[in-house]
């Protein structure tokens, strides 16, 4: 495998360096891309310029792992006080003056029957109202 006059990366202890890590206020010949003149471009060069995607070096996986468990800690307690103190229903339900006895029927209509309802009372003929 030839690759010109550049380095074999096997045999040099100088492992390629990310431009992003590269002294940005250094005297580059090139200051976007961080490179001097002449200087041999690196096989990787699209994984190792300046354009590539940034390589994250802010936290360690340690703190990462326990700031996303702060936030899920977080999120389930919301929505444990969220649950705990909300109210069910969104709205108070709606009231109607005498028990909508008239919009089902009035009292001589044929009820629903209803769990508890005693089979005599129901074969008798019950109605609506109690009196």
């Known amino acids: 495998m030839q690759n010109g006059n550049y380095p074999d990366p096997n045999l040099t202890s100088a492992l390629p360096v990310k431009r992003q890590f590269r002294d940005p ?10 490179r ?7 096989e990787d060069n699209d994984i190792l310029g300046i354009f590539s995607p940034e390589e994250y070096r802010h936290f360690t996986p340690a703190w990462g792992g326990v700031l996303v468990g702060c936030f899920v800690a977080t999120f389930t307690g919301l929505c444990l006080v969220v649950g705990r103190f909300y109210p069910d ?11 909508l006895e008239e919009e089902m029927g009035g009292p001589r209509a044929v009820r629903a029957r209803k769990t508890g309802d005693d089979d005599a009372a129901w074969i008798q003929g019950g109605s609506r109202s109690t009196s």
Do not use: S
Not at 25 to 34: G, I
Not at 36 to 42: D, L, M, S
């Open 89 to 99: 229903k969104p709205a108070v339900p709606r009231t109607f003056e005498g028990g």
């Open 25 to 34: 206020y250094a005297d580059w010949w090139d200051k976007q891309e961080r």
């Open 36 to 42: 001097n003149y002449g200087e041999p471009v690196h």
